[in-house]
């Protein structure tokens, strides 16, 4: 089993849609999780952290679940520079796994 | 700036030469990471260092090989060993406490033909 499994995707949704990704983790010790965006080509970008409690930053809600050991991201009212991949990474041991990323992509 | 610099930006090989990777960070994080990632994939780790002087294999440590002599620079070599070496590299560092995030440099495309 992979450490970090991550919907397949691709997502495909209009403009204001809302769209939920999750994530699940194999090691029951994690203790730090986080979202990181990836545009094309590109380094991959911090774009929240998950707190044990959930959190928001203004249209994204991050939450966590730690007895089904999986971690979630919202996006609402979608923009089309939300097109990206979205990587969920699990810090189970210092070590920063990732999952396989998940696409997304906004029309008009 | 602060910063993670790779270089280069762009690798072009032959197949069966060794090629050295560079990575340096000027944040002063105990952590340093190497990733590989394919078209269409998500990141897989090679190797890490948490500390100066030693370093634990990821998921796919065979081909490759690090070192850590100092907690600036985490070099990643590309042997003859690996067998399908063409991918884009991502090294990234951490300050090593539990809840912190990894700040990645610009990545290196090695090309192997």
């Known amino acids: 089993r992979k450490e970090v499994e991550q919907d397949p995707g691709p997502f495909n949704v209009p403009e204001g849609a809302t769209v939920a990704f999750n994530c699940t983790y194999s090691n029951s010790a994690s203790q730090s999780f986080f979202w990181y965006r990836q545009d094309c080509r590109k380094e991959p970008k911090l774009l929240m952290s998950v707190y044990s409690s959930g959190n928001e930053d203004g249209r994204f809600t991050a939450q966590l679940n730690r007895a089904s050991q999986y971690i979630s991201l919202l996006i609402r009212d979608s923009k089309l520079s939300d097109s990206a991949t979205y990587l969920c990474?699990?810090?189970?041991?210092?070590?920063?796994?990732f999952g396989a990323g998940t696409r997304l992509t906004v029309k008009p | 700036d602060g910063g993670i610099t790779q270089s280069p930006k762009y690798l072009f090989r032959k197949e069966g030469q060794n090629v050295t990777l560079s990575c340096e960070q000027n944040?002063?994080?105990?952590?340093m990471y190497w990733y590989r990632q394919d078209p269409g994939q998500g990141l897989r780790l090679i190797y890490y260092?948490?500390?100066?002087?030693?370093?634990q294999k990821g998921d796919i440590a065979e081909g490759y090989s690090v070192s850590r002599e100092k907690k600036e620079s985490f070099p990643l070599t590309v042997t003859s060993a690996q067998k399908n070496p063409t991918a884009f590299y991502l090294c990234?560092?951490?300050?090593?406490?539990?809840?912190?995030?990894?700040?990645f440099g610009q990545g290196t495309r090695l090309t192997v033909v």
């Open positions: 990474v699990v810090n189970p041991n210092n070590d920063m796994r």
């Open positions: 990234a560092s951490s300050t090593a406490r539990r809840y912190t995030e990894a700040f």
């Open positions: 260092s948490q500390i100066v002087n030693d370093f």
């Open positions: 944040l002063n994080h105990d952590a």
